[in-house]
Each structure stands twice: as C-alpha cells, then as structure tokens.
DNA sequence: ACCTGAACACCGTTCAAGT
DNA sequence: ACCTGAACACCGTTCAAGT
C-alpha cells in the first residue's frame, strides 16, 4: 500500500500539532502543506479551507474535553473538584481552547462540567432557576478565571511593574496588604479561594440534606467527533 | 496652514475608528493609509509597524478607562458597584478591550479600579493578604466574566441549540432546572448574583466596623497616555 | 523632517488541468 | 477521486529616493 495517500485526518493531525507547538498563527496553509509535503491545493480538497480547518480543530478539542469525574464528600466539595478539573483540562490546551473560545463555542465545550455541576447542586439542596443560576455562575467564573490567568502568563514584562504601581500611600495604613499586592498572585490559592467563596455564597441558605448523595458523575457525553466529510468543491 | 500635515494622533484616530467600527482584522495598514489618503509607507513613519500601532491603540484604551467611583452605603455594595462599573466599561470597548486582553495588558487597565477595591476591601474589615486576595478574586470574577459575556455574544448560531442538550433526564426530576437551563441566559442577573455571592463569601466572617466610611473614591489617575513619539528609523 | 513608489517575501484562495 | 502549478488579490515591511 502507497503510504502517500493523503487523508483528512493527516492533515488534521499535522495542523494539531502545528498548532500545539507554535501556536495558532503558525498554522498557514502553506505551511501546513509543506509539513505533509504536498501542494497546498490538495490541502484545500480536503478541509475546504482555513476557516473550516479551524473549525475542525476546534471540533475535536470539544470532543477531547473527556467526562468530568467529581471527587469529594459533600456537593461543595464536589463542585469545587469539578472547578479544579475544568481548569486543569483549559490550561493543558492553552492554544486549542483559545481558539474555541474565539469560536464562541466556550459553552458547548462545557457542557459535560456542566451537567456534573447540576448534579452537585441539586444535591446540595438548590432547585429549579435558583440551581440554574448557581450552575452558570460557577461556570463563568472558571472559565473566565482560566482566560483572564492565561492572559496573565501570556503577558509581557507589565509595562510598569506591579510594585512600582502599588507605593504606600494607596494602600492606607496597610502595610502587608500593600507588600501582598505587590507579589506576584499565587493563582493556584488563588482559584481555590476565590471557588470556595463563589460555593460558599452560593449554596449558603441552601436546604443542606442530602450532602452524602454519591459523587457518581455524569453520564457519558462521547462521540460526535466528525463535521461533515468530503470534497468542499462548489 | 495646509490641513494635509499628518499627525501621529491622526493616524490613531483613524486606525481607533477602523477597529471600532469594523474590528481589529480590518485595521490593515495599507487600508489604513487609504483611509487616510496617504501613502502606506508614510504610516511607518508614524507609528513605526503595525504591532507599535495596536499598542498605542491599547495604551490609549488603558489611559481611557476613567477611574471607577464606587456608590452605595456598604463595604458590599460599593465593591459591587465597582464590579458594575468595571463590566459597563468594558462592554462599553469590546474590540479594543480584546485587543489589550491579547496583549496582556488586562491586569494594567484594571488599576484604577483594583485601587478602588482595596479601599473598600479594607473598610469592610479585611486586611493584609486576606485583603489582597479578596480584591483580586473580585476582579477576577469581573474580567473574566465580561470574556465569557462578550464569547457568548459572538458565538454563532450554537451547533445544537441548547435546548437539545438539555433533555429532562439530566436534570433527574427538577424540571424547573431543566427549563432554566435550556432557557437563554439573563447575563445582566447571573453577572450580579455571582458577585453578590462571590462578594457575600469573601466578607463572610470580616470585622463590620467601617461600614459608614465615605465612599469616596479613587486618587486620580490621569495622564499616562503617551508612548513614545517621533521616528522609528531603525 | 516628512512623504513617496517600487520591490520583497509572505498570505488565502481559485481555476483549469492533469491522472 | 485525488493532486498539481500558475495566477490573483491581498498582506506587512524595507529601502533608496525625493523634497
């Protein structure tokens, strides 16, 4: 069998990689095409074109973004290891999830977490838009915490240092709060602390009965890898 | 006096008014120069090179991002209205505001409001690192929030329609959680219930003394627009 | 000090043509 | 069904040259 004959997934994999290793504007078509040693039109016969190559990428990571399994004894416990595991899983595909995230498809890559975070606060005793509302916020604050840390990493040398931006005089008499804004954050203490507050605010007055519910998890959320195969010919 | 002398400000506004009206790809230097009537290279001798142009642009958002007054009669409240305030700003910019989140300015644009924050932080009781750590979780909450808003409000048309993915038997009986969720989102309710909570867990256990001190805001924060000027000849 | 056109090395994409 | 090279209309940037 000729190894050269050239496949979508191929292409798939390389642009992957690409985009892995060097980001997503080192994924050019040409690019791309001399990786595969190939011609960059046969590229375009197989994913139609960039957009749509993107579009494919991000498709797969979505399906990647494996079931969420919650660990704890108590629903807080429980929505907290589900925090923890969404944003470990955004920050292993910096990259693919920015692209998802340009996509506006943040939600859907979601939903699996989501469904675990229902579980955990009907649980903890919310019901109906109340345990709605709770799910959502508690989504967006991972999310967005995620995006805005990897903004912080991505970030040059702050144009003027956090200490020189912090003297004295802002912080009141306070001498350890103005030291501590001057450090650099511990994003990991961070996360959890600001986690276990948005829980801790959220669940508070909730009716705490069934906290040992078991943390069994979601329900498979597989396939529906593929988008569609094919020429892309008009 | 001949109009025709082109001015470094000039280029900016142009380039501003590109962004915002059309986003940033449509801010290409050469439709940039048209725009302007000139010709494209008199553009590098301006602001030097497309990256230093978006730079500007963003340093100038930064120094635009007027200083947050917070209002109401408690410590909560005023970190609350800050947190409005702060999302109402950059609702306000979204193009230019992604632009200084690509360019990890994020954290510089927030200052003003972070300084706020610590002077209500410290007049609800918290001190030292537990205050530090308070205020970033807050502004955390609020940047990456408004991320999540704008990703959603560009996504497409979501692949399924969210009503699909929630079908009754994930939210086991709770059918008003069921509808909730599949129900389109009121962000303006979820974004203040998520503060209110987060901001409710972060005081919980605080002194409550100070609950009356002025809320009077924050030490000016003017200036700081400029770059750098003149010729980039290398 | 400011502006210019020509040129270079890149893009994504289309098309007509091969096998 | 798959692959190809040539060509088009774009990019950002540099350079030598004008005034």
């Given at each position: 069998?000729?190894?050269?004959?050239?496949?979508?997934?191929?292409?798939?994999?390389?642009?992957?990689?690409?985009?892995?290793?060097?980001?997503?504007?080192?994924?050019?078509?040409?690019?791309?095409?001399?990786?595969?040693?190939?011609?960059?039109?046969?590229?375009?016969?197989?994913?139609?074109?960039?957009?749509?190559?993107?579009?494919?990428?991000?498709?797969?990571?979505?399906?990647?973004?494996?079931?969420?399994?919650?660990?704890?004894?108590?629903?807080?416990?429980?929505?907290?290891?589900?925090?923890?595991?969404?944003?470990?899983?955004?920050?292993?595909?910096?990259?693919?999830?920015?692209?998802?995230?340009?996509?506006?498809?943040?939600?859907?890559?979601?939903?699996?977490?989501?469904?675990?975070?229902?579980?955990?606060?009907?649980?903890?005793?919310?019901?109906?838009?109340?345990?709605?509302?709770?799910?959502?916020?508690?989504?967006?604050?991972?999310?967005?915490?995620?995006?805005v840390e990897?903004n912080r990493e991505?970030a040059p040398v702050q144009s003027p240092a956090e200490e020189e931006l912090w003297r004295r005089e802002d912080a009141?008499?306070?001498?350890p709060l103005a030291r501590a804004l001057a450090a650099p954050i511990d994003t990991?203490?961070l996360?959890?602390?600001?986690?276990?507050?948005?829980?801790?605010?959220?669940?508070?007055?909730?009716?705490?009965?069934?906290?040992?519910?078991?943390?069994?998890?979601?329900?498979?959320?597989?396939?529906?890898?593929?988008?569609?195969?094919?020429?892309?010919?008009?």
């Amino acid at each position: 069998m000729a190894r050269s004959a050239l496949t979508r997934d191929e292409v798939l994999d390389a642009a992957a990689a690409l985009v892995r290793e060097h980001g997503p504007d080192a994924l050019t078509m040409r690019r791309l095409a001399a990786e595969l040693s190939t011609a960059v039109t046969s590229i375009y016969w197989h994913v139609g074109n960039r957009e749509s190559l993107l579009d494919a990428l991000v498709a797969r990571t979505v399906a990647d973004l494996g079931t969420i399994r919650p660990r704890g004894a108590t629903p807080a416990e429980r929505m907290m290891s589900v925090a923890r595991a969404l944003r470990r899983a955004l920050r292993e595909r910096p990259h693919l999830v920015a692209m998802v995230h340009e996509r506006g498809l943040t939600e859907r890559m979601f939903l699996p977490a989501q469904r675990a975070l229902v579980h955990e606060a009907h649980a903890a005793g919310l019901r109906g838009a109340h345990a709605a509302r709770a799910v959502r916020a508690l989504q967006f604050q991972v999310v967005g915490y995620v995006l805005v840390e990897r903004n912080r990493e991505r970030a040059p040398v702050q144009s003027p240092a956090e200490e020189e931006l912090w003297r004295r005089e802002d912080a009141g008499a306070d001498g350890p709060l103005a030291r501590a804004l001057a450090a650099p954050i511990d994003t990991e203490r961070l996360f959890v602390d600001s986690v276990r507050a948005l829980v801790d605010g959220l669940l508070a007055g909730a009716g705490e009965g069934a906290a040992a519910d078991t943390g069994k998890g979601v329900p498979g959320d597989t396939g529906d890898g593929d988008v569609g195969r094919g020429p892309y010919s008009q």
